[in-house]
């Protein structure tokens, strides 16, 4: 079982970047699907980005797209969300999560599909 560790969060002003990190536990993360998810207070949970195992699809969320970039390093057993020019409606806690199998005609972005999480990091962007 791959177990997940979100790095890299904190408190920025409106317009700057963070690069949040994951970190994987196990050799099989090299064929898991990543994506990463955040949830505001008193929201759902919602997708952010989603990477497939070697890269070849990559999805964001409509509201992050041109501003955020997600990629990984399976020799390092991590992934990374690049956040640029963030807004304080990014606010939230973020997660990665993980999964061996997502269907075919997923757009990777539900999260019940993803049964590894990690434990979250914070980011606060201030206007």
């Known amino acids: 079982q791959v177990q997940l560790v979100e790095s890299g969060g904190g408190l920025v002003q409106a317009g700057e970047s963070l690069r949040l990190s994951c970190a994987a536990s196990e050799r099989t993360f090299r064929n898991y699907a990543l994506g990463w998810f955040r949830q505001a207070p008193g929201k759902e949970r919602e997708f952010v980005a989603a990477?497939?195992?070697?890269?070849?699809?990559?999805n964001y969320a409509d509201s992050v797209k041109g501003r955020f970039t997600i990629s990984r390093d399976n020799d390092k057993l991590t992934a990374n969300l690049q956040m640029n020019n963030l807004k304080p409606e990014d606010t939230a806690v973020y997660y990665c999560a993980a999964a061996s199998y997502i269907p075919v005609d997923s757009d990777f972005g539900r999260s019940y599909e993803y049964p590894y999480w990690g434990q979250g990091t914070q980011v606060t962007v201030s206007s």
């Open positions: 990477i497939n195992w070697n890269s070849a699809i990559i």
